[in-house]
Nanobody
């Protein structure tokens, strides 16, 4: 079992930045591929970014590429999502997720989820 707790959400103006954190506990963090997803009101949960166990590989949704950066600190059992140039359409609940095998963007392939943190971008 892995427990995930997100933090760092909030209200920001368009063009601003936020840094989300996801702290993991339980099984060794370095054994998991990590991802970020988001869910806007009335919409399905969408993939945002994923990072490999070592941090050497990352992949982003087209909608955030060039604006968001995923990173991890295995010594601190934490994954981050740096969000720059935020837009109102980035408003959503952001979720951290972990998977033990594979690589990809499909929500169902992730084994563990955090409770989410709200990000609101005002225009």
């Amino acid at each position: 079992q892995v427990q995930l707790v997100e933090s760092g959400g909030g209200l920001v103006q368009a063009g601003g930045s936020l840094r989300l954190s996801c702290a993991a506990s339980g099984r060794p963090f370095r054994g998991y591929i990590m991802g970020w997803f988001r869910q806007a009101p009335g919409k399905e949960r969408d993939f945002v970014a994923t990072i490999s166990r070592t941090g050497g590989s990352t992949y982003y949704a087209d909608s955030v590429k060039g604006r968001f950066t995923i990173s991890r600190d295995n010594a601190k059992n934490t994954v981050f999502l740096q969000m720059n140039s935020l837009k109102p359409e980035d408003t959503a609940v952001y979720y951290c997720a972990a998977r033990s095998t594979g690589w990809g963007t499909v929500e169902d392939d992730y084994d563990y989820w955090g409770q989410g943190t709200q990000v609101t971008v005002s225009s």
